[in-house]
């Protein structure tokens, strides 16, 4: 009888030990979660500047990546029309950000999106901020967003 009551109570102690450790760990899980989960909000330094780069090809959304790319290994870069909109948007609000530099480099779109982006371009410029383009060399489609921007800037080789 003896035996039976220091296996149970041993039982007992090792059930009460065992819930106290899934409880903190549970703790600890659900703690990082919502750590993860929240919003960060960034903070933009005074007279700041937005560099745009264009290079590779600008889609319609930031999950459309080309799947044979990705089969074949290789990393296409390229601009989501939907994310220049939204970071324009926020850009062309922020007291902080008072212009744009874009970077044209090896460049591919559709003239729509490229209409598109020159309007979103030129609604940030009517904000009173400015926009500066520089190229070593201006293919048609850099050329045509460059040209709402205040200074289009090219490489003396270029």
Do not use: W
Not at 72 to 90: A, C, H, P, V
Not at 105 to 128: C, H, Y
Not at 131 to 148: H, K, V
């Amino acid at each position: 009888m003896k035996e039976f009551v220091k296996y149970t109570l041993a039982t007992i102690t090792g059930i009460i030990l065992s819930g106290v450790a899934v409880f903190v760990l549970s703790l600890f899980t659900i703690s990082a979660i919502i750590a993860a989960g929240s919003k960060t909000q960034d903070t933009v330094e005074k007279n700041s500047v937005i560099k745009i780069e264009l290079e590779g090809s600008m889609q319609e959304q930031a999950g459309s990546k080309n799947p044979v790319d990705f089969i074949m290994g290789e990393e296409s870069s390229y601009i989501s029309t939907q994310d220049l909109y939204f970071g324009l948007r926020n850009a062309k609000k922020e007291d902080n950000i008072k212009g744009i530099f874009i970077e044209a480099k090896d460049f591919t779109s559709d003239i729509a999106s490229l209409e598109e982006t020159r309007d979103l371009l030129k609604g940030f410029k009517d904000s009173g901020k400015f926009i500066i383009a520089y190229s070593d060399n201006y293919s048609m489609e850099t050329y045509y967003l460059s040209s709402g921007a205040d200074q289009v800037i090219i490489n003396p080789q270029g």
